[in-house]
């Protein structure tokens, strides 16, 4: 009997492992969701700038000016686009190569985010395995 008690702490141990594991992939899923959809929100911006200024409509913005402060801003040239490419770089592209570099880091945020979602099956799957070899265990239940 002392065994079984034995093997079932380790199994809930195990069962607990998994489930922080599952808990800080599912977070990190949150954030990059968050990026795709950041991602999305600055190409629509960028398309509603370009169609502004292509109908002789000032394209305005508001412009962070700290402290969750901000000014309008009439956008001089909304077909160069600043864009972060990554580890403190950036680089100055039109609208359009903007929107590509936007929509390929998407496409390879999805696939991460379609990766962490399998590995989540996995942790779920090797919970319920250990949920049940647990069930087995208890007395009155085989």
């Known amino acids: 009997m002392a065994e079984v008690s034995e093997e079932i702490r380790n199994l809930a141990a195990r069962h607990q492992e998994l489930q922080r594991q599952a808990e800080a992939l599912r977070q990190e899923m949150g954030m990059i969701q968050t990026s795709i959809s950041s991602c999305d929100q600055t190409i ?13 409509k000032p394209a305005e913005t508001m412009v ?5 402060s901000y000014v309008y801003a009439e956008v001089k040239n ?12 950036s680089a100055e592209e039109t609208a359009e190569e903007a ?12 696939k991460i985010l ?15 395995t250990l949920e049940a070899e647990a069930a087995k265990l208890q007395p009155g239940q085989a």
């Open 64 to 68: 962070p000016v700290g402290f969750g």
């Open 99 to 110: 929107i590509e570099t936007l929509n390929r880091r998407k496409e390879q945020l999805t």
């Open 44 to 56: 629509v911006t960028i398309n509603e700038l370009k169609a502004a200024s292509e109908a002789g």
């Open 78 to 89: 909304p077909d160069r686009i600043i864009v972060n490419l990554g580890a403190e770089f």
């Open 114 to 128: 379609e990766q962490m979602n399998a590995s989540l099956t996995r942790l779920t799957q090797g919970m319920q």
